[in-house]
């Protein structure tokens, strides 16, 4: 298989999730939080770019309709439980993004099974970007006042769309759970 350009994009937002980890728990502290954060926003800025030139260019593949959510995934899961480990977020809000996630991929495969095809959804994109834009603002734990405000208003709304564009898939592909 050739590597275009948005694969080779998906496989370094993988390749930065060691690193991303590695920084955020190894770099002397607080510097390592702003480094482990510039690295999550270029890993999650890959989203963003490969998916926008595979498109563009006609670039879609097999590899990348299947790598590019699972790089998705691995990158916030891995960010949620590493903040869960540093105390910066309870477990429970993890637990709700986790099962969400094993839930809607249980339901992918079932989907792939019955060769019925799930396209990605926009309040799954919605979902991505709110709990990509938490995990920033909940790493940087800015000093400014406003800031826990804003911390607990992108924790909530990150679970308010990891639960309804869960429900929007199941809602949309029903037919799924008749066969």
Do not use: C
Not at 16 to 43: H, K, T
Not at 58 to 67: A, E, I, R, S
Not at 150 to 176: P, R, W
């Amino acid at each position: 298989m050739e590597m275009n350009l948005p694969n080779k994009l998906t496989i370094l937002r993988v390749i930065l999730i060691p690193v991303f980890l590695l920084v955020l728990f190894l770099a002397p502290v607080p510097l390592n939080r702003y480094i482990a954060v510039a690295i999550f926003i270029i890993a999650s800025l890959t989203d963003m770019l490969d998916g926008k030139i595979a498109r563009k260019y006609n670039l879609v593949t097999n590899f990348g309709k299947f790598m590019d959510p699972l790089a998705d995934k691995l990158l916030v899961m891995s960010a949620l439980v590493s903040m869960v480990a540093l105390k910066d977020l309870a477990a429970w809000v993890v637990i709700i993004i986790l099962a969400r996630e094993f839930a809607i991929t249980g339901f992918r495969t079932l989907a792939m099974e019955a060769n019925i095809v799930m396209a990605a959804s926009w309040w799954g994109k919605v979902k991505t970007t709110v709990q990509m834009m938490m995990v920033v603002v909940v790493l940087l734990h800015l000093p400014f006042a406003y800031m826990r405000t804003l911390e607990m208003v992108l924790i909530g709304l990150a679970v308010f769309f990891t639960i309804l564009s869960g429900v929007d898939y199941i809602v949309k592909n029903k037919q799924v759970l008749k066969g």
